[in-house]
């Protein structure tokens, strides 16, 4: 047992029982005026244990097994989430026998019922994780059993070839082929690209599941903070005429079209006048190393300078997007209108530069930079959005599968017996089985569901 709902007061807090004796051990706790039913709430009063008069109220619903989140008899009590009363519906439940549950339990004993598979209960985690409404969209999808509904064609073409080489020795003496080589090697071929399609899902995947992190970098005083607040919506960076005002990071997470993103306002990259600027320069080119996007920020008024060359130079590779800030104060727009910006034809031949002009000042070119930026983490090449993987582990599992798929492939093509080539095809569908639970080690599923919060 254990309370399910957040630690604190609130209008409403519910302890939960699984277990073959939970409804006993509720049935002592509370008064109702009808007795619990299947799936049916009930008012019920809980009594101060002390002099036995009306304590709270709260409603009591039960379910019994199999028929449960658990595939157990569960009862849940919700009460109102005063944390004395759920306190004492906890001490009064183990008072009669009921243990506190581990980080995770529930869904664990909903997995080990056989009610989900292991990607559903991740999937559990992930929903309650979950900081925006396209986060628990893709969840709600692998509590659906998305990713297992796209794993399982490839486990089962692997468990029918499994069944064809099997046969095959067992005919070895009847000097049958039951399988040529060149059909396993196109069988295989057919896993290999089925799971290669779902890997390459990852990339957008983790982006989903973890989010990103964007540095906005550039010279003091080119507008860093104001765009930074604009992206925000609201005064977050202190922002003054002054260079070099901003000295530390200033990080601060947005959703961009359903995507987690932290925005760090970085200080301006120049030589610092004193000991306090020189170390946010520093943490201002370490985030710039280890940040997923980088927003170089340009003065549009002001000549392009040498060392704003190198700078974007020096991110070849780099997924950027420039910011041509101020350009309100532009002496000419007429000598940039047409082509473009002079960046683009500076390094355009060399990096795929995105360049928009904005203005922090009136606003202008702030939703393009938002749209720039949310094209910069749309799923890459289109994959599927259902059955994604967003875990590292789930990962880990498809590419270990397809390096045994390759040995298979390979070991096929080299004719080597079936015996030894049926050692990387197994190997293969341990990992698949992996994912969805079946043939799971102790270890894997302890570190999975320590993860949990308590009561889930």
Request: aromatic share 4%; charged share 25%; with cysteine.
């Amino acid at each position: 047992m254990a309370i399910s709902t957040p630690p604190g007061r609130g209008g409403i807090g519910i302890v939960r029982l699984s277990g073959p004796r939970s409804r006993d051990i509720v049935d002592a706790l509370i008064v109702t005026r009808a007795p619990l039913e299947h799936a049916r709430s009930r008012f019920a009063e809980i009594p101060d244990p002390e002099s036995q008069r009306m304590l709270d109220e709260a409603v009591v619903t039960w379910f019994a097994g199999p028929n449960s989140y658990t595939g157990e008899d569960l009862v849940e009590i919700a009460a109102h989430g005063s944390p004395v009363i759920l306190d004492l519906l906890v001490r009064l439940s183990l008072k009669g026998g009921a243990r506190l549950a581990r980080p995770g339990e529930f869904t664990e004993r909903a997995f080990l019922a056989g009610r989900i598979d292991l990607t559903q209960a991740e999937a559990v985690r992930d929903l309650i994780e979950a900081q925006t409404l396209y986060q628990a969209r893709i969840a709600a999808e692998q509590m659906g059993g998305a990713l297992s509904r796209r794993v399982q064609p490839a486990k089962q073409k692997l468990v029918e070839l499994i069944a064809l080489l099997e046969a095959g020795i067992d005919f070895a003496e009847d000097d049958v082929e039951v399988t040529p080589e060149e059909e396993t090697v196109t069988r295989l071929e057919a896993i290999y690209v089925d799971l290669q399609n779902l890997a390459k899902s990852f990339e957008h995947g983790r982006i989903v599941h973890d989010g990103l992190r964007l540095a906005i970098v550039g010279r003091p005083n080119v507008g860093k903070s104001s765009l930074f607040n604009q992206l925000l919506e609201r005064e977050r960076a202190i922002v003054t005429a002054a260079p070099g005002t901003t000295r530390d990071l200033v990080t601060e997470r947005v959703s961009l079209g359903g995507i987690p993103l932290e925005l760090v306002d970085t200080a301006g990259l120049r030589e610092a006048t004193d000991e306090a600027e020189a170390i946010g320069i520093r943490k201002s080119r370490e985030t710039l190393t280890e940040a997923d996007l980088v927003l170089v920020v340009l003065d549009a008024s002001a000549p392009l300078r040498q060392d704003e060359r190198e700078l974007i130079a020096s991110l070849a590779g780099r997924r950027i997007l420039v910011a041509q800030n101020k350009w309100d104060l532009a002496s000419s727009h007429a000598e940039h209108e047409g082509s473009g910006s002079p960046l683009i034809g500076e390094f355009g031949s060399e990096m795929a530069i995105v360049s928009v002009r904005t203005s922090a000042l009136t606003g202008d070119g702030i939703q393009e930079l938002r749209d720039a930026l949310l094209e910069m983490v749309r799923n890459p090449g289109g994959e599927s959005e259902a059955g994604m993987l967003t875990s590292i582990r789930h990962h880990e599992a498809i590419t270990t599968a397809l390096s045994a798929l390759t040995a298979a492939k390979q070991a096929a093509r080299q004719r080597i017996p079936h015996e030894m080539l049926l050692l990387d095809i197994y190997s293969a569908l341990r990992q698949l089985d992996s994912l969805t639970g079946e043939t799971t080690a102790d270890d894997i599923l302890n570190h999975i569901f320590s993860s949990f919060c308590i009561g889930k």
